[in-house]
């Protein structure tokens, strides 16, 4: 469930996060105009100038070129630059870091992936590109393009190596693409990850089939209209208009849409940056543009049964807007990477494809029908796209990644867990702010999906999760665990932070959360908790974050957002003790 990202680190764009500092326990602030890192030279430049006139502290050296990902601007001035280095010229994997400045641009501080220098033992390639592609082709199983040089800073001493992108893998579900890395003097496998996440990983999906278990996802039914039928009222077109959707597992939906004619619409929403749901057509497409619009002659979308087609476009855009709705309203996010840009699904992927995913290549959603056998239905289910849009929100800021992935596809470590629980805590987040009716919010994953524990995942007590094996707490034993069990740690700390420990109920579901020692923890509440982990995210996380690291990130945020003596920061302490991570037991540096 976890997009291994590691071939974007490779080439920097300068895109925006200008995201808001939330002000006290306010969840969002006022939103900030997007700025892209190239039209604001100044913080960009300062932080760059900083980064190396701090070299012992941020790692940056000579033969070294910090090129712009994000700028992030707090109320109070502070400003904070994500970058991503070259080393002579040659993109450095695991390179990244984030420098933290004051109002005025003087440094503060820099939280950074590599501990180490990039400069490689050698800087002369002994396999050719070709012998790479080859190398890189047969361990994907698939079709190799063109071997880039590139040095992988992520094992704890940087290397020469060459990064190839692998389509039609065969080692990949519904043969979506992989990015490998290949020691350009050993010829050694270093990385060979899928370029799409999918939400149900290798490992589950054995679970399930050893299980001989059959999910019947409880869908919705159908209500009143939720919005009136036709145009805003403009005399041309295209014009924004107002749209109805019966879904799968929502009910009876609003959309908005575009109106191309008078008796023409098309499932776009002009109002959310133009986002889309296309059809894939059975195909395993991972290019946005080659998926078939969905258009409609009433604006009235789907049947509510997977009989009518656009039935699953219509959860998938609903899923999609809500989702973008929730980061917009909640902390000023415009879009999944903030650049104020739509987002896009495809349905109908592929043939018997019992997933959806995150697809970075293909910046978009996509959807399988189901394998007909465990999955019956498409995954088009609400806390699913929230989840998965949070893997393109982590890929766009901390970029965190897995420290390995088997030959079966199962990811492994901290920075990896830690991205799919971001993932699993934003995504109940979206239930939260959506609060429909028919897809009660909960601090529950997957519930809908009607697998025999009732849910997937769960953020109380991750442990009662058997499918998984999802741990509650942490041991040294999580730095190589697989990514879905290991992300109890951060989820589990993130709930006693929100809820606190013991017996409540909320809502319509129980909970009852443990503590490693013991302890009582009393929550500081929903909104306090997100704002914190989100700040966290956008300026203290990198590729490598661990849970020790993940513990000062969020404490950091708290310092910043209610200061270092206030209730905020002391309750995330208590949090991250109460889930076993603390300052005593941080691992040495390399594990």
């Not at 370029?195 to 999910?215: C, K, M, V, Y």
């Not at 019956?376 to 990644?401: M, R, S």
Request: charged content about 20%; proline content about 4%; aromatic content about 6%.
């Amino acid at each position: 469930m976890r997009r291994p990202h590691i071939r974007r680190v490779a080439i920097a764009v300068a895109v925006t996060t200008a995201a808001t500092l939330p002000a006290g326990p306010v969840f969002a602030a006022p939103d900030s105009p997007a700025r892209t890192a190239a039209s604001d030279s100044s913080p960009v430049d300062a932080a760059r100038a900083a980064a190396f006139a701090h070299a012992s502290a941020t790692g940056v050296a000579g033969g070294d070129t910090l090129r712009a990902k994000d700028v992030m601007t707090d109320p109070d001035g502070k400003q904070h630059v994500r970058f991503v280095r070259t080393h002579q010229g040659l993109p450095v994997l695991g390179g990244d870091l984030v420098v933290h400045l004051d109002k005025a641009s003087g440094y503060l501080g820099v939280t950074r992936a590599a501990d180490h220098t990039v400069e490689p033992a050698t800087t002369k390639a002994k396999l050719t590109p070709e012998q790479a592609q080859q190398k890189a082709a047969t361990a994907a199983k698939g079709d190799a393009g063109t071997a880039e040089l590139v040095l992988d800073a992520r094992e704890g001493a940087s290397a020469l190596a060459y990064q190839v992108r692998v389509t039609d893998s065969d080692t990949t579900e519904a043969g979506g693409s992989r990015t490998v890395v290949v020691d350009a003097g050993t010829g050694r496998i270093r990385s060979n990850v899928p370029d799409n996440d999918e939400f149900i990983s290798p490992s589950l999906a054995d679970t399930l089939r050893r299980r001989g278990e059959h999910a019947t996802p409880q869908t919705g039914t159908a209500g009143a209209p939720a919005a009136l039928v036709g145009a805003t009222g403009a005399a041309h077109y295209p014009a924004t208009a107002n749209g109805t959707g019966s879904s799968l597992f929502a009910g009876k939906v609003a959309l908005k849409t575009t109106q191309t004619a008078r008796t023409s619409f098309l499932l776009k929403d002009p109002t959310r940056w133009n986002t889309e749901t296309r059809d894939a057509r059975g195909q395993e497409l991972e290019n946005f543009s080659r998926g078939k619009k969905f258009t409609d002659g009433d604006n009235k979308w789907g049947t509510g049964t997977t009989s009518g087609r656009a039935t699953a476009a219509v959860d998938a855009q609903y899923g999609i807007t809500k989702t973008l709705d929730f980061y917009k309203k909640t902390f000023g996010r415009k879009g999944i990477k903030n650049n104020s840009a739509g987002a896009r699904g495809m349905v109908h992927f592929g043939n018997k494809v019992g997933n959806a995913f995150w697809d970075s290549v293909c910046g978009c959603m996509l959807y399988g029908d189901g394998d007909g056998d465990m999955f019956k239905k498409p995954l088009v289910v609400l806390d699913v796209t929230g989840h998965e849009l949070t893997h393109g929100v982590v890929d766009a800021t901390a970029g965190l990644e897995p420290t390995r992935v088997d030959q079966d596809g199962n990811q492994y470590g901290e920075p990896g867990a830690l991205n799919e629980s971001l993932a699993d805590i934003f995504g109940s987040n979206v239930e939260f702010a959506t609060d429909n009716p028919r897809n009660p919010p909960n601090y529950l994953l997957g519930e809908k999906l009607g697998l025999a524990q009732k849910f997937l995942r769960r953020l109380d007590h991750p442990s009662l999760d058997e499918l998984e094996g999802t741990i509650d707490y942490w041991s040294p034993a999580a730095f190589d665990t697989e990514v879905h069990a290991g992300s109890g740690v951060s989820s589990h700390a993130y709930y006693l932070l929100a809820e606190g420990s013991g017996r409540k109920t909320i809502g319509s579901v129980t909970y009852d959360s443990p503590t490693y020692d013991g302890s009582r923890v009393t929550g500081i509440g929903r909104t306090k908790a997100s704002a914190i982990f989100y700040r966290a995210l956008t300026r203290y996380m990198v590729s490598t974050t661990d849970f020790h690291d993940a513990r000062k990130a969020t404490l950091k945020a708290a310092s910043d957002m209610y200061g270092a003596d206030s209730t905020e920061y002391r309750t995330v302490n208590k949090a991250w003790a109460a889930v076993n991570v603390t300052s005593a037991n941080t691992p040495a540096a390399g594990h």
